[in-house]
DNA sequence: TAGATTGTTAATCGATTAACAATC
DNA sequence: TAGATTGTTAATCGATTAACAATC
């Protein structure tokens, strides 16, 4: 009888993981081959047995003595979180963080490709913003029907974001990333990941007082 | 004898904290003037009693029966994540993402005042991009040392990005809010927080596999 | 008053860290 | 071989959740 396991990861080692991806991109560009756990960590400021509990996680079998095949782990991680495979996505609103994301062209690299973008302001409409064809926010349903799209990038102001949510899952997606600051309300089968700058900023923020505070005994 | 408390406040609290002040203003345009941690947590799909400790963080007090104050605790969160004060700013990097940053106007909201933007392409450098002037790299250190800048936003490729937080900080510079795919080597007396959108790519990208492999089962 | 909600202490859960045998 | 490192189990730590008296 075959084990069947899927425990599902924590996400502080999802958000580590592409961490370790970079720092071995970089190694693997200086020529290096392998790598421990204890360097890895030592470079992010991590502790070593974490770093191998994450890694762990990827199914990849390290050497003791050596430590980890750099390419092996980078092709293990890239796997574990889908970078490999090419996925349809598309943006919703394209205003200035709209507009960025279709211009950070590093997206391919971790398998998302944006196949249309979305808005409503008329003289957007039939214009390309980075290569990626722009259309009418009233489309979006039939277009993402078409192509398999799974990944909606939702950026629109905040009174445009429910509405927005529920014509991407009429038409079929999955999984929504949501930089509008609200919360959506979604069925539980709808994959819904925040990712609101105003997150990140209150941990920059807060802890700057934090630091003073501190200081100041 | 007074007490003195300076309990560090947990990543995961300062994660949801902006989630709560985005639904209370929302909920106060509407006319709202009284809230319960029941009522927050329904609507974030939270822990009531985790939304009450969050909260208590802010150190407001609410009143059993009614809950609190929208206003007062709109307050208390501001004032808690310092948004209420403004702190001067720079990017470094106008690239698309830099670009959106300037473009987000509603960091004026968190308190983020930027000053300057820099970049090393010549004919970039005298520009305005969204009302903020694009100063030459090398002029960074005088500039941020002039207005007291305390927080740079960094938003370079790679390879560009040591140098360019080693100089924010001879500059004067306390707290870099870093978009960057690397680990910035610093002193530990400044502050890093590490805004790589890969992070939550990966945990968008993981979690859609997941629930894929628990689906087919 | 009765009942809902806060503030807070205690119990639980899960992630991090420590310890160490197995291994190359 | 000797020594560093992995893989894994156990101990610790901290965050989440439960329980409940105080309170409006």
Redesign the interface.
């Known amino acids: 009888m075959k084990e069947?396991k899927?425990r599902?990861?924590p996400?502080p080692t999802?958000?580590r993981?592409?961490?370790y991806?970079?720092?071995l991109l970089?190694l693997k560009e200086r020529g290096i081959n392998d790598v421990s756990s204890t360097v890895i960590a030592k470079?992010?400021?991590l502790d070593p047995t974490q770093v191998r509990k994450d890694i762990e996680y990827t199914e990849i079998i390290g050497r003791p003595k050596t430590g980890y095949n750099i390419s092996d782990l980078i092709k293990s991680i890239r796997t574990?979180?889908?970078?490999d495979t090419n996925?349809n996505a598309v943006l919703v609103g394209t205003?200035?963080?709209g507009?960025?994301m279709?211009?950070?062209k590093n997206f391919s690299k971790?398998?998302?490709n944006f196949i249309a973008a979305f808005d409503i302001k008329k003289e957007l409409i039939g214009k390309e913003i980075?290569g990626v064809k722009v259309y009418n926010f009233n489309d979006l349903k039939e277009i993402i029907e078409k192509d398999k799209v799974?990944?909606g990038v939702l950026a629109v102001p905040?009174e445009a974001a429910q509405e927005a949510a529920d014509k991407m899952i009429k038409g079929g997606i999955?999984?929504i990333?949501n930089y509008a600051?609200?919360?959506l309300k979604v069925d539980n089968s709808i994959?819904v990941?925040?990712?609101?700058?105003?997150?990140?900023?209150?941990?920059?923020?807060?802890?700057?007082?934090?630091?003073y505070?501190?200081e100041s005994?």
Do not use: M
């Open positions: 069947i899927i599902t990861t996400e999802l958000r993981l592409p961490r991806y970079h720092l970089r470079e992010l400021d574990f979180l889908s970078w996925s205003g200035s963080l507009t960025a279709l211009g950070y971790y398998g998302l980075h799974t990944i905040v999955k999984a990333w600051p609200c919360q994959l990941e925040n990712a609101q700058l105003s997150q990140s900023l209150a941990v920059l923020t807060r802890k700057i007082t934090e630091l505070l501190k005994l």
